[in-house]
């Protein structure tokens, strides 16, 4: 019996230090968190706002000359000089180049002195006409003699008249020899040089007018019944601060069938020249309908990485609300979140704050940086 004593008392003792009741705590209480809580952070906030804003859409284009001219030559010959260099500026009317025309030259005087000729030898025929009628009254001289020089006078008036004729053709032709600029602008690019034959039509220069520039935009479908075409504005990334205002000159009546976009053809002003081909322009394009948006300030918006969010204030907490950004207004951008105007927002004190976590927060710094921003028609 003395070898299981030991062992009763062990199993004994277990239900006092093993199996003894563990209190639950008090129904009600806080309970207290295994992490250190946050500070308090100190913030400043800004109220939600709500704006009738006209809608409209931004869409990028390409700008190029609303005038471009390949420059040709009407009639064929030799280049004898060309006096423009590529990327010189050109008035309306100036000589581009000229073309050899001593053959042509040539070819006037003789057709000169052949008209000359022809016509006393027309004003002899006349004379003798008016003669033969005196005859013919008198019957001296038949009526057929009288016919048969109607006939020869006839025959001097018409080679006159094609002598007069050739002459005006050569004298087109020895002015055509000499290309000018048909309008004020730029010389691009020089297709020719110096004792190059060029046929008829065979292009001299290209050239461009860079007073006014033309911006193409592909419109999806369903703007293209919506669009306003008072207040389209047009903003070049390479020209930053330019605010242009365009002129809408045509929306193709036929679209792309596989982007469902049609053509839209924008012109506008181009002071100093600083908009040049090629250039990105992004068009802002009003639309018929207004609609009502919230708007906060710029820097209440945070981009973590992996979305936008704002914070709210609630009840002395920072609340985080994931938004989608929109149509900027001055120093305010438009969101799109669970919000709604009259809210507060973060805007100082917002990089590093955590959702949940209490806020000590000025109002009046926030108001102060709301109203500084401009807004649209409320």
């Keep these: 019996m003395r070898a299981w004593f030991p062992i009763l008392t062990v199993c004994l003792c277990l239900p006092v230090f093993g199996c003894a009741d563990v209190p639950e705590p008090a129904q009600g209480a806080e309970e207290v968190s295994p992490f250190p809580a ?32 390949t420059v040709a030559s009407e009639v064929a010959g030799i280049v004898a000089e060309i006096l423009v260099e590529e990327g010189e500026e050109v008035a309306e009317g100036r000589v581009l180049a000229n073309l050899r025309r001593d053959i042509l030259e040539r070819l006037r005087e003789k057709q ?28 001296v001289i038949s009526r057929q003699q009288f016919d048969d020089s109607v006939l020869v006078e006839e025959q001097a008036l018409h080679r006159v008249a094609g002598d007069e004729a050739e002459l005006l053709r050569l004298r087109s032709l020895i002015k055509k020899t000499t290309i000018r600029a048909p309008f004020s602008g730029i010389v691009i690019r020089k297709e020719t040089e110096v004792g190059e034959w060029v046929p008829q039509g065979g292009v001299i220069v290209e ?58 053809r924008l012109e506008i002003p181009n002071p100093g020249g600083v908009i040049r081909g090629g250039m990105l322009c992004r068009a802002t394009l009003p639309l018929k309908q207004s609609r009502l948006a919230l708007f906060v300030p710029k820097d209440a918006v945070v981009d973590d990485g992996s979305e936008r969010v704002v914070f709210t204030i609630e009840e002395g907490v920072a609340r985080r609300r994931p938004v ?40 009046e710094f926030g108001r102060d940086e709301a109203d500084s921003a401009p807004g649209g028609e409320s």
Excluded at 44 to 63: F, K, M, N, Y
Excluded at 118 to 133: D, E, F, G, H, T
Excluded at 330 to 354: C, F, K, T, W, Y
Aim: aromatic share 4%; with cysteine; charged share 30%.
């Design 38 to 69: 946050l500070p308090p952070a100190l913030v400043a906030v800004a109220e939600v706002e709500e704006h009738v804003i006209a809608g409209h859409v931004r869409l990028v284009g390409t700008a190029s000359p609303w005038r471009r001219s």
């Design 112 to 139: 000169e002195a052949d008209l000359e000729a022809n016509r006393a030898a027309y004003k002899l025929m006349v004379s003798r006409r008016i003669r033969n009628l005196a005859l013919l009254e008198e019957k």
């Design 207 to 264: 050239m461009v007018d860079p007073g006014r520039m033309e911006v193409r935009i592909d419109l999806p479908e369903r703007y293209v019944s919506r669009l306003d075409p008072e207040g389209i504005r047009i903003h070049c990334d390479a020209a930053p601060g330019l605010d242009l205002e365009a002129e809408l000159r045509s929306i193709a009546p036929v679209g792309d069938v596989d982007t469902r976009t049609f053509p839209l």
């Design 324 to 363: 989608r950004r929109g149509e900027a207004m001055g120093n305010r951008i438009e969101v799109e979140g669970d919000l709604s105007a009259g809210q507060m927002v973060v805007i100082r004190g917002n990089e590093g704050l955590q959702d949940g976590q209490r806020i000590h927060f000025s109002v």
